[in-house]
């Protein structure tokens, strides 16, 4: 049974940096199109972050460009995401998820067949 699981997360104040990262198992990792998505309360999900499966093609929301950046590692079976210059605005909980073969070139939740529990990230003013 594939699982993906985040790492990391946690509380900082406005301007810290925050690295989470993500691994899967029950998968070959490096088939698979990794992405960062976010949910505040009372607000949508987001498409944070995505890196191909091919690691060739890295999307990131114009609301973390500059200021977030994305790995992955296919020996290691982990995607990180490391977090600069956090706003309160960044305060959600992010989720892992993992999308067959996906290129991040059609960025869409319902992509993504499997999906992590979430971890929270909470930036005091």
């Known amino acids: 049974q594939a699982q993906v699981l985040e790492h990391g997360g946690g509380k900082v104040q406005a301007g810290a940096s925050l690295r989470l990262s993500c691994t899967t198992s029950?998968?070959?990792?490096?088939?698979?199109?990794m992405a960062w998505f976010r949910q505040a309360p009372g607000k949508e999900r987001e498409g944070v972050s995505c890196?191909?499966?091919?690691?060739?093609?890295?999307y990131l929301s114009d609301s973390v460009k500059g200021r977030f950046t994305v790995s992955r590692d296919d020996i290691k079976n982990t995607m990180s995401m490391r977090m600069d210059s956090l706003k309160p605005e960044d305060t959600a909980m992010y989720f892992c998820?993992?999308?067959?073969?996906?290129?991040?070139?059609?960025?869409?939740?319902?992509?993504?067949?499997?999906w992590g529990q979430g971890n929270q990230v909470t930036v005091s003013p």
């Open positions: 029950g998968l070959t990792f490096e088939d698979y199109g």
């Open positions: 998820a993992a999308h067959y073969k996906g290129n991040c070139k059609t960025f869409e939740a319902g992509l993504f067949e499997y």
């Open positions: 890196i191909a499966w091919s690691g060739d093609y890295i």
